[in-house]
């Protein structure tokens, strides 16, 4: 198994400009979660998904940010218009009634 | 609001002795907590687990202290080895209402375990 697959490792971008966040969960598995990494607050659930439907979208932070699962293998996080303080690192995790699964993540720059 | 708290960023430890990890949770329907390890570059891998049901879960050198009176929860290493250096971090949901598995997580505590 592949495990949790997540496009790219890094991105630079500059402020304003459109960025999608791509995730390939385990197969099999039916529930997605998107997840960021910061200093201050460790990992923040921003959205999950059930059976590709969004269940919690609580966690994310402004109308800017935004996440799809148009089928059970892929789910994109785009952010638009970026700022700097997006600058983090975004997981996506998989599960089946298990413990999360992550990906390795996305190192998004924002300059 | 931080409902699971890692109030101590970072932990240095000499090889071989005990390592120990601890965790603040505040919400009372918390009813499973797990401990992930990550390693730079890397995502969190689950490492171990309890239930509120009990107060004590053993894995070879990794113990799991749960004191739900105090909302505390402690991940003890023994004994450490340099492998063992990442960041740990806590994490806790209500299985019943949250059978999707969403999970929150604390700040997360870097270990560094010295040969």
């Known amino acids: 198994d592949a495990g949790v697959i997540q496009s790219p490792r890094h991105e630079v971008t500059e402020m304003g400009q459109e960025v999608t966040l791509r995730c390939k969960p385990i197969?099999?598995?039916?529930?997605l979660f998107w997840y960021r990494q910061t200093m201050m607050r460790g990992l923040e659930l921003l959205i999950y998904?059930?059976?590709?439907?969004?269940?919690?979208d609580s966690g994310m932070p402004e109308d800017r940010f935004s996440a799809k699962m148009p089928n059970a293998s892929f789910s994109t996080l785009k952010i638009q218009p970026s700022e700097p303080r997006d600058s983090a690192v975004y997981f996506c995790?998989?599960?089946?009634?298990?413990?999360?699964?992550f990906g390795n993540g996305t190192r998004l720059t924002v300059t | 609001d931080q409902q699971v708290k890692q109030n101590s960023p970072s932990l240095s430890v000499q090889e071989g002795r005990i390592s120990i990890l601890n965790c603040d949770y505040t919400?009372?329907?918390?009813?499973?907590f797990l401990w992930y390890k990550k390693y730079p570059a890397e995502g969190p891998t689950f490492l171990i687990s309890?239930?509120?049901?009990?107060d004590k879960n053993e894995d070879g050198r990794f113990t799991v202290f749960l004191n739900k009176s105090a909302k505390h929860l402690s991940l003890h290493i023994v004994p450490s080895q340099p492998g063992d250096s990442a960041v740990y971090f806590c994490?806790?949901?209500?299985?019943?209402?949250?059978?999707?598995?969403?999970?929150?997580f604390g700040q997360g505590t870097e270990l560094s375990v010295k040969p």
């Open positions: 998904f059930n059976n590709n439907v969004p269940i919690d």
């Open positions: 309890i239930s509120s049901i009990k």
């Open positions: 197969s099999g598995h039916n529930s």
């Open positions: 919400n009372s329907m918390f009813d499973y």
């Open positions: 995790a998989s599960s089946l009634a298990s413990p999360l699964h």
């Open positions: 994490a806790a949901n209500n299985q019943y209402y949250n059978q999707g598995g969403k999970l929150i």
